[in-house]
């Protein structure tokens, strides 16, 4: 076998960033150093998490905005506790499964106003801050406005994706937007965008109700009633985030937190608890059996996702049964080390997932990692009326499955992709992390934290290693550095290879606590982001 790092060339490319004060690590450098500006002006892990979320949503439009969705699980210094939020909006009190058994749709589009969901971003920002913030409100989204109304220029990766954004883009009032003299903006190119701008300078000014309950809000809903779309002034109105209390597993000396759901973080605690039923002591010893038990966990915890996951105001999954070691046991008991087992889990093909991941720190001990999002390439593809927002399409990951308990419903929560993940060791923060990737996050955790406990390799090579993805039954796509002997030695497993496939294989941030006093951050090269520290 080669060595665990070998990768063509000075790989990982990039070497950790270490800080005292404090550090941000997100997929965009304009974005992280927002945040480290907060810092900077004495604000805290909350407020650097907040302005750099605001200026991801100007700058990564295709994969984050004021209509998507927020997770967030953070360690707050002053209360000595782990958090967590659930940030995620409901489907329209308007539209149900009956809208689309009427006109003949077996599966619910996943652009148009069909797939749009109340959006939970700013109520989100809005309950954290109120919880844990320190600096003004309003002095988070200075970095935003800026962006928006004096433009910025386009980086390399996000510039592939504006490349592609004609064919997504589903009004006129998006085209406007996206398509500005009738093309789409190419790399180097500065951007801007003056509705948003003043959209932001609305919530800077007026807080959540302004978004909820304002101008915003109305004009969410002349959009609808002109084009055809399900908002209410009342569902937006009415929308509240939810603290929720994480759930964890012990792995390799770390106590690993997820969100419950509608989140499909469940998913890679159970693989992390059937993979340590495997005996992880051996596994160490061979790449090849470590890599294939790793795979058939994911798989066995995936089938669980898709049973499981739906919103728990509308059904009570069996988290405890789920995390118990005793299902992982039994679970695991049905891997066969030389074989791998086909088993139903993601959807094969399953679309691409455009997200933002960020985490956070700073010298008072507080630890964030939040995640936001639109879910596909520039979400439904509508933007609302003059707002300039784009609106997510979260409710394309509803099913129209009778007695699935993700069928959408009104005032339902979908199954969520995005994750936001935390580990602790003896009972102090110690990692805030994650992957971006839509349904690849859960796989992705999971490999980050092999990468980190298993293969012992440091931050910044556990997140830059190559990944695979599995999708359905024994498909599975490897990344294009993945080692040619564990290609190899997968397949005669009975793994079947995607070929020539590009993903998604995700891409994450991290931030670990080094001894009392030092943070080391760390940022996927996948994408164009960086770290920074302080």
């Not at 059937?274 to 994911?298: C, F, I, P, R, Y």
Request: aromatic content about 8%; hydrophobic content about 45%; glycine content about 12%.
């Amino acid at each position: 076998m080669p060595t665990r790092t070998a990768r063509p060339g000075f790989w990982p490319g990039r070497s950790n960033v270490l800080a005292r004060r404090g550090a941000v690590t997100t997929s965009q450098p304009l974005a992280a150093q927002a945040g480290l500006d907060m810092l900077r002006k004495g604000g805290n892990a909350i407020d650097a998490a907040l302005a750099t979320a605001a200026a991801l949503c100007v700058v990564e439009p295709m994969s984050t905005g004021l209509g998507g969705d927020v997770f967030a699980l953070y360690w707050s210094a002053k209360d000595a506790k782990l958090k967590g939020l659930n940030g995620s909006g409901r489907c329209p009190k308007k539209l149900s499964w009956r809208d689309f058994a009427r006109v003949g749709l077996k599966y619910i589009p996943q652009r148009g106003w069909k797939a749009v969901t109340v959006p939970g971003t700013v109520d989100g920002w809005w309950t954290l801050h109120q919880a844990d913030g320190k600096l003004p409100w309003k002095a988070l989204f200075e970095p935003a406005i800026h962006y928006a109304r004096e433009g910025f220029p386009l980086s390399e990766i996000i510039a592939g994706h504006f490349a592609k954004v004609d064919v997504l883009l589903q009004n006129d009032a998006a085209r406007a937007i996206f398509l500005p003299g009738g093309a789409s903006p190419a790399y180097g190119q500065v951007f801007k965008q003056s509705d948003l701008a003043r959209t932001f300078e609305f919530i800077a000014a007026g807080g959540r109700d302004a978004y909820y309950e304002g101008e915003t809000a109305a004009e969410f809903v002349r959009a609808a009633e002109a084009e055809g779309g399900y908002f209410s002034a009342e569902d937006l109105a009415a929308h509240r985030s939810t603290w929720v209390e994480p759930v964890s597993a012990h792995f390799q000396g770390l106590d690993v937190f997820e969100l419950p759901p509608n989140g499909q973080g469940i998913a890679a605690l159970i693989a992390l608890n059937v993979l340590a039923s495997q005996g992880l002591a051996e596994l160490k010893k061979n790449w090849g059996d470590l890599a294939h038990a790793t795979l058939e966990a994911v798989k066995l915890a995936y089938a669980e996702r898709e049973a499981h996951v739906a919103d728990p105001e509308f059904y009570a999954a069996p988290l405890r049964k789920l995390l118990s070691l005793t299902f992982a046991t039994h679970a695991g008991m049905t891997i066969e080390k030389r074989r791998a087992v086909p088993r139903s889990g993601s959807l094969a093909g399953a679309p691409d997932g455009d997200t933002v991941l960020l985490c956070a720190a700073d010298g008072d001990g507080n630890l964030v990692t939040l995640i936001n999002s639109l879910f596909m390439g520039f979400g439904s593809g509508v933007v609302a009326g003059r707002s300039g927002v784009m609106l997510q399409n979260r409710g394309a990951c509803f099913t129209l499955k009778e007695g699935h308990p993700n069928r959408i419903e009104p005032g339902k929560r979908p199954f969520h992709t995005i994750i936001p993940g935390f580990a602790m060791r003896h009972g102090k923060p110690h990692l805030a992390f994650g992957v971006m990737g839509g349904h690849h996050q859960a796989q992705g955790h999971v490999q980050v934290l092999v990468n980190l406990a298993l293969h012992e390799l440091s931050l910044q090579e556990a997140l830059a290693a190559p990944r695979f993805d599995f999708r359905t039954e024994n498909f599975v796509a490897l990344e294009r550095d993945y080692p040619e002997e564990l290609r190899q030695d997968l397949a005669q497993r009975g793994h079947s290879i995607v070929p020539n496939d590009f993903g998604p294989f995700g891409g994450a941030q991290a931030i670990r606590r080094l001894g009392e006093d030092v943070w080391e951050a760390a940022s996927d090269p996948r994408k164009d982001g960086c770290a920074v520290g302080w």
